[in-house]
Structures are given as structure tokens and as C-alpha cells.
């Protein structure tokens, strides 16, 4: 499964809804897809935040795989 991420989140769940159901951000997936930042500590949130603003930028695969469909 990866990396926790606290509250439940696993990196492969985020790496999914990041493939699958377009999310970009950590709001995304913690407050609009989700409530899971309400049962996680900041330094969790900042984590999912980082995770993600990193996975834009090492894959450029997930954008263009996106504009495929």
C-alpha cells in the first residue's frame, strides 16, 4: 500500500485518485473528495501536500495521460 499518510490514506489510494480521478491537489483530496483532514495532524496534511505537488512534477506521464481521455 505504501506510504501512510495517517487517517486511512495510503499512497496508492492517492496515486489512483491522482490517475483516475484527476486530483491535484491536497484540498482535493482531503477536504473535497474526502474529510479526511479533519482526523489528520497538519504536519499529515502538509505531507499529502508535498506528495502531490511532487507527483506533478516527476510525472508528466499522469498529465498527458489525462488529456488522452
Given at each position: 500500500?505504501?506510504?501512510?499518510?495517517?487517517?486511512?490514506?495510503?499512497?496508492?489510494?492517492?496515486?489512483?485518485?491522482?490517475?483516475?480521478?484527476?486530483?491535484?491537489?491536497?484540498?482535493?483530496?482531503?477536504?473535497?473528495?474526502?474529510?479526511?483532514?479533519?482526523?489528520?495532524?497538519?504536519?499529515?496534511?502538509l505531507?499529502?501536500?508535498?506528495?502531490?505537488?511532487?507527483?506533478?512534477?516527476?510525472?508528466?506521464?499522469?498529465?498527458?495521460?489525462?488529456?488522452?481521455?
Amino acid at each position: 500500500m505504501g506510504r501512510d499518510f495517517g487517517a486511512g490514506l495510503t499512497e496508492r489510494e492517492l496515486n489512483y485518485l491522482i490517475a483516475y480521478e484527476w486530483a491535484e491537489t491536497a484540498d482535493d483530496v482531503l477536504w473535497r473528495r474526502s474529510k479526511l483532514g479533519l482526523r489528520m495532524r497538519p504536519e499529515q496534511r502538509l505531507a499529502v501536500e508535498r506528495y502531490l505537488q511532487d507527483s506533478h512534477r516527476k510525472s508528466p506521464a499522469v498529465s498527458i495521460e489525462r488529456q488522452s481521455r
